[in-house]
C-alpha cells in the first residue's frame, strides 16, 4: 500500500466510512483547433543568479544554486533548531537566494527615492525584468504603449510590507501598496491598456497566470502578454511554520522521488515572460523561444486526503485534459518537468498522475507505448522551490532544454523512492542528463505544477526551430543604432554590445541593426555606426570606446549640429544615421522594403542601481540663500521641498519637468 493511499484510509477511518479507491476519470475530448502561443521574451533573476544566461549556463554546469540564509534577510541563528524539536523554530537554515534584491533604478520609473524604499522590491524587481523581457523580445517598451498588452503576476505574501508596518507603524501602510498593485504599476508605468491581473493560487501561480494569458491571447481580447511571478524570502516566520508540518528539508538537499525525500528547500525567483500568437510572431520575425500548445488548469475539490494534499485522479484528468485537447500523440511526448517537491506523498502523486494520464491516452486511442519513453525531472533540487514563481523557473528551464535538445538530468539524485511503482511504467526518471531523440517532429514537453490549497496547472510545451524565414539577410550596409539616458551608460551598452559580438559572430548584421532600431527606446544620448557586416560593426564600436574618429561612427558631438527637421533619404542610409543621433525620428522600418528581418536577443538596458531599504534615511533640506530675489527664493523652497519629499538632490530637480516624471502622484503621502 503506498503512502497516499494509507492516508486516504486513515482518515476514511476517523471520518466513519470505508475507503474504496476510485478510478481514474476517463477524459474524452475531441481535438479542437486552438492557437499556439509563442514565448519572444524572456527575463529574470533567479538564486545565485541575476540573468536568464547566468541561470541555463549553472543548469549546464548542473551548479547547487542553494546555499545558507543570508545575513541581509534575517537572523537564521536565533530560530534554527536542526532537531525541529522546538515548534517556536526551523529545522532549516538553508534556502536559494538572487544575489541583489535591494537595487533598483527609480528614476528611470519615475519613481522618486523616497517611495522607492517604500515599495515592495517584488516590484522594482518586477518593473526591470519586464522592461528586459520587452527589450530580448526585440520590442521598443514606447511601441507598446496604449496596446492591449495584459499583465498576468503571480506572487503570494508581501513580507515587505510585514517589515515596514513592524518599523513604522500605520506610516508605512497605504492604497499603493495593496497587492493587486503589483500588477498594476507594471500596467501603469508601460501604459498598457489589457487586464492587469493579480494571481495569487500559491505555488502553482505562475502556471495559472500563463493559463490566463494564453486563454487571454486566444479570445482575442489582448494583442500581447506578459505573464510575470515574484517571490522573495524577507522573514522567517514561513520557515517555522512548514518545519512544524515537516515540509523543509533540514539537510539543505532536495531529493524529488529520491529515497531519502524529506521536504523542499524555499527560494527566491523573479521571472518575465513576453507572449504573443504564433502566427503574429513569425511575421513580426521574432526570435520563438518556444511554444506553448496548451494549458489547463482545474482543481482538487475533496478528492483529496486533505485540503493540502494532491489527488493522483484529479491531476491525470488534468494532464488528459491539457494534452488531448490538441491532439498530442501521447507517444511523442518527450519530456515533462514536475513539481518534484521532495515530499513523499506528492512525488508519488506526481508520479503516478503522469503514467496514468499517458495509459489512459494510449488506451483511448489504440497505441502501444514505448515502456519508460517519457523522462520525468524537476528543477528543485538544483535551485529549490521558488513557491509563486516556481513555474517559471522551471519554465526556463524547459526552454533551454528545448533549444539545447537535451534533457537535464536531476540534480544529485542518489536513488528512486521505494514506493516509487517505476517497473513498465511509460515514464522514467530523468537520473541523468542526456541528449533529447530525435524523432522528425518538433520535441515536445509538459510542466506540471499544483498549489498547496489543491489549485493545479499544466503547460504543454514545444519546440521551435527558428527556421530562416525565406528572405536572405541584406548584404549591403546597416545602421546600428543605440542609445541611454546620459553618455555614461551609452557608453556601458556600447561596450556590452561589442562584447555580444564576440560570442556571437554567426548572426546577421541586419538582425543585429533591425533590432536596435525597432526594438529599442530612442534616449538622450545616441551613437550609430553604418557597417557592411558585423567585423566592421565591432571595429566601429571599438572605435567609440576608444575615443577614435571613423567616417562611419556617428554621435551628436561629432555632427555638431540639429538636424531634427530633416527628412530622411530612404536611400541615404549615412544622412539618416547623422539625423537619428542628433535627436530626430527614423522611420527604420521603412528602409526594409516591407520586409521584417529577424529580431534578437541583443545586451539589455544597464539599470544604474543603487540600494533602497526600508531603514533608507530622508534627504535633509538645506537653508535657503536670502540674497536671492523672492521669485527666486520662492523657486528654490519649493525645490528643496520636493526634493527633500521625494529624497531628490535639489540639483535634479527641473522646473519645466512634470511632476510625475519625478515620482511625485496622487497616491504619494
Not at 539599470?607 to 523657486?635: C, G, M, N
Request: charged letters at 25%; proline letters at 5%.
Amino acid at each position: 500500500m503506498n503512502t497516499e493511499e494509507q492516508l486516504k484510509r486513515i482518515e476514511a477511518k476517523l471520518r466513519g466510512f470505508s475507503y474504496t479507491p476510485v478510478p481514474a476519470k476517463v477524459v474524452s475530448s475531441s481535438p479542437t483547433v486552438l492557437e499556439p502561443i509563442a514565448i519572444v521574451g524572456l527575463s529574470g533573476y533567479f538564486p545565485g543568479c541575476m540573468s536568464k544566461e547566468e541561470f541555463w549556463k549553472a543548469l549546464d554546469q548542473d551548479r547547487s544554486l542553494l546555499g545558507e540564509i543570508p545575513r541581509d534577510r534575517f537572523d537564521w541563528e536565533s530560530i534554527y533548531d536542526a532537531s525541529n524539536s522546538d515548534p517556536n523554530k526551523s529545522c532549516t537554515r538553508w534556502g536559494g537566494f538572487i544575489p541583489h534584491i535591494r537595487g533598483f533604478d527609480p528614476g528611470f520609473f519615475s519613481i522618486s527615492e523616497r517611495d522607492a524604499s517604500r515599495i515592495d522590491p517584488r516590484q522594482r524587481l518586477l518593473l526591470m525584468s519586464v522592461y528586459h523581457a520587452l527589450e530580448d523580445g526585440g520590442y521598443a517598451p514606447q511601441l507598446l504603449r496604449k496596446s492591449r498588452t495584459g499583465v498576468f503576476v503571480a506572487v503570494e505574501d508581501d513580507e515587505y510590507q510585514e517589515l515596514l508596518r513592524a518599523r513604522f507603524g500605520n506610516l508605512g501602510e497605504g492604497i499603493e501598496d495593496a497587492a493587486p498593485m503589483i500588477a498594476n504599476r507594471i500596467s501603469h508605468f508601460f501604459d498598457f491598456r489589457g487586464p492587469s491581473e493579480f494571481i495569487n493560487t500559491l505555488c502553482s501561480g505562475g502556471a495559472v497566470a500563463l493559463h490566463r494569458a494564453v486563454q487571454s491571447l486566444r479570445t482575442g481580447e489582448i494583442t500581447t502578454a506578459v505573464v510575470s511571478a515574484a517571490n522573495l524570502i524577507l522573514l522567517p516566520d514561513a520557515f517555522i511554520k512548514m518545519s512544524r508540518l515537516n515540509q523543509l528539508s533540514s539537510d539543505g538537499s532536495v531529493h524529488s522521488f529520491g529515497k531519502d525525500a524529506q521536504g523542499h528547500v524555499r527560494s527566491e525567483a523573479v521571472a518575465s515572460v513576453l507572449l504573443k500568437p504564433l502566427a503574429r510572431a513569425e511575421a513580426d520575425g521574432n526570435l520563438i523561444y518556444a511554444v506553448i500548445k496548451n494549458t489547463a488548469v482545474n482543481h482538487n475539490g475533496r478528492g483529496a486526503t486533505s485540503l493540502a494534499s494532491p489527488d493522483p485522479s484529479v491531476h491525470a484528468d488534468l494532464i488528459r485534459t491539457c494534452y488531448e485537447q490538441v491532439g498530442l500523440d501521447p507517444r511523442h511526448l518527450g519530456y515533462i518537468e514536475a513539481q518534484g517537491m521532495g515530499n513523499p506523498l506528492s512525488d508519488i502523486a506526481e508520479w503516478r498522475a503522469f503514467n496514468s494520464a499517458l495509459r489512459g491516452m494510449a488506451e483511448s486511442r489504440g497505441v502501444v507505448l514505448k515502456p519508460q519513453g517519457c523522462r520525468v525531472g524537476t528543477v528543485k533540487p538544483l535551485a529549490g522551490h521558488m513557491e509563486a514563481a516556481s513555474s517559471l523557473g522551471a519554465l526556463f528551464k524547459v526552454i533551454h532544454s528545448l533549444r539545447t535538445r537535451t534533457i537535464l538530468g536531476i540534480h544529485r539524485f542518489s536513488g528512486i523512492h521505494p514506493e516509487l511503482n517505476v517497473e513498465g511504467q511509460p515514464c522514467a526518471l530523468a537520473v541523468q542528463t542526456v541528449s533529447w531523440p530525435d524523432d522528425g517532429l518538433p520535441r515536445v514537453a509538459g510542466l506540471h505544477a499544483h498549489g498547496m490549497g489543491g489549485n493545479n496547472a499544466h503547460i504543454l510545451l514545444e519546440e521551435y526551430p527558428n527556421r530562416p524565414t525565406g528572405s536572405k539577410p541584406r548584404n549591403g550596409p546597416c545602421v546600428a543604432v543605440l542609445s541611454a539616458p546620459t553618455e555614461a551608460k551609452l557608453e556601458r551598452l556600447v561596450r556590452n554590445l561589442f562584447e555580444w559580438l564576440e560570442k556571437h559572430p554567426a548572426e546577421a548584421l541586419e538582425d543585429i541593426a533591425f533590432t536596435l532600431q525597432v526594438g529599442r527606446d530612442a534616449m538622450d544620448s545616441r551613437m550609430a555606426v553604418l557597417a557592411q557586416d558585423q567585423a566592421e560593426l565591432a571595429l566601429g564600436l571599438s572605435a567609440y570606446l576608444n575615443g577614435e574618429k571613423s567616417r562611419h561612427v556617428f554621435s551628436a558631438e561629432m555632427i555638431g549640429s540639429n538636424l531634427e527637421s530633416e527628412t530622411p533619404n530612404l536611400d541615404n542610409l549615412e544622412a539618416a544615421a547623422r539625423l537619428w543621433v542628433a535627436g530626430g525620428t527614423v522611420p527604420w522600418k521603412e528602409f526594409y522594403g516591407g520586409r521584417s528581418p529577424r529580431r534578437v536577443s541583443l545586451p539589455a538596458y544597464p539599470f544604474e542601481t543603487k540600494a533602497y531599504w526600508l531603514d533608507d534615511e530622508v534627504v535633509s533640506s538645506r537653508s535657503i540663500d536670502s540674497a536671492k530675489s523672492i521669485r527666486e527664493q520662492i523657486q528654490e523652497g519649493l525645490t528643496l521641498r520636493v526634493a527633500e519629499e521625494l529624497k531628490l538632490s535639489a540639483s535634479s530637480i527641473y522646473c519645466r519637468k512634470h511632476f510625475m516624471e519625478f515620482g511625485l502622484d496622487s497616491l504619494a503621502s
